[in-house]
Structure formats: C-alpha cells, structure tokens
C-alpha cells in the first residue's frame, strides 16, 4: 500500500493529548497532569484487546517458521505495538553482521504503521555497535520480510503505512522519555523514541 502523507498540522492535534508541554516524561508531577493520565488509559485500554496483535503473532510464526519473532512491545515506553523478526542468527565472526532484522511499529494513538530493518556488528572486542537502521527495506531479505509484515499490519490491525518525511517534523515543547522537550519529532511522539538495541 502507498504509504500516506497525513497534514503534519493533525499529527500534532493527535498527539498533543498525550505529552504534557515542557515536561521530561520523568519529571516530577508528569504522571499526575491530564496528559499524563490520558496516556496511561491509552495503553490500558490498548492492552485490554490484545487479539487482534496475537492473531497476527501466531499468523506470523506459523506462516515463517524459519524467523524468529519478538515482541518488543513495552507498555508505557513508546505509544505503538513493535515487532522484530529476526532473519540471521548471531553465529558470524566480530565485525559482521548479525541480529539482522526487519522491525514494525504500530501506533496506539493512529492507525498507522512504520517498517524498517537494523542490524548490529559484533566487534573484535566481543562488544555489539549501535545499530545500523535503513528506513523503508525494499530490497533482498529484508525487503521480502517488510512486504510480509506489511500485509499482516494492514490485515490484521488495519493500520495504514505513513510516509517518513511527515514524522520528521518536530514538535515543540513536547517530551518523551529519551527526547528533551523541543526535540521529540512526530517519530518519537507517534511509535517510540527508541528504535535500536545494543
């Protein structure tokens, strides 16, 4: 599906109810203001109806035994469902790279679904790199995978794919737990403000 280009004007009304202005997610007093409050309702009620995400898990591991899944969904930490299929197991030699994968986001607050794909590097110290992020996989593996993930976001939650450049905006005054206030783009305040592992 093409990916759609919603008015970057909405996307800020969308999420202007869940992030108090000018507060750090860990400030005191940031749970207790009307934001705050809405965006913990926001996850119970989200949580509360989990079929729909479970239906798609089980559709997914049936259908491609040969990936693993992982369900990096944490409630309260990001505002969207987020899903990693692993494609490569971590048997490379240092420098390699490993953990490839194709991970999918899924808005709690819109209908929308963000795709990309990451790996890591094992370095000859044994220590992992940051991961390296390619927005909108379309070509080999992850490319194959992205499609697949695609399709069950679109069929079993019926989300929408939203294209990059609208949730590059940033938006002022608004936090998240990892992104000072007046730095937290669309991105960060739609899916999560985390997107690597190391």
């Not at 898990?57 to 987020?82: F, K, M, N, S």
């Not at 490379?92 to 929308?112: F, M």
Request: charged share 25%; proline share 9%; with cysteine.
């Amino acid at each position: 599906m093409k990916r759609e280009t919603p008015d970057v004007n909405e996307l800020i009304r969308l999420v202007q109810p869940y992030y108090p202005p000018g507060l750090f997610q860990f400030d005191d007093g940031y749970d207790e203001t009307p934001e705050g409050q809405r965006f913990r309702r926001l996850w119970d009620e989200g949580l509360k109806d989990e079929g729909a995400w479970q239906a798609m898990l089980e559709a997914l591991r049936t259908a491609h035994p040969e990936c693993t899944l992982w369900d990096y969904t944490i409630p309260l930490h990001g505002v969207c469902r987020y899903l990693r299929i692993i494609l490569q197991p971590p048997e490379t030699p240092p420098g390699q790279p490993e953990y490839t994968e194709v991970c999918g986001l899924a808005s709690v607050i819109a209908p929308y679904y963000i795709i990309f794909s990451s790996y890591h590097c094992r370095e000859p110290s044994g220590q992992y790199s940051d991961s390296v992020i390619a927005w909108d996989p379309k070509g080999g593996r992850c490319g194959h995978y992205a499609r697949i993930l695609s399709e069950h976001f679109e069929q079993y939650l019926g989300h929408r794919p939203i294209a990059w450049e609208a949730l590059q905006v940033i938006v002022p005054d608004l936090s998240t737990g990892l992104v000072d206030p007046g730095d937290a783009t669309l991105l960060d305040l739609l899916f999560i403000d985390r997107r690597s592992i190391r």
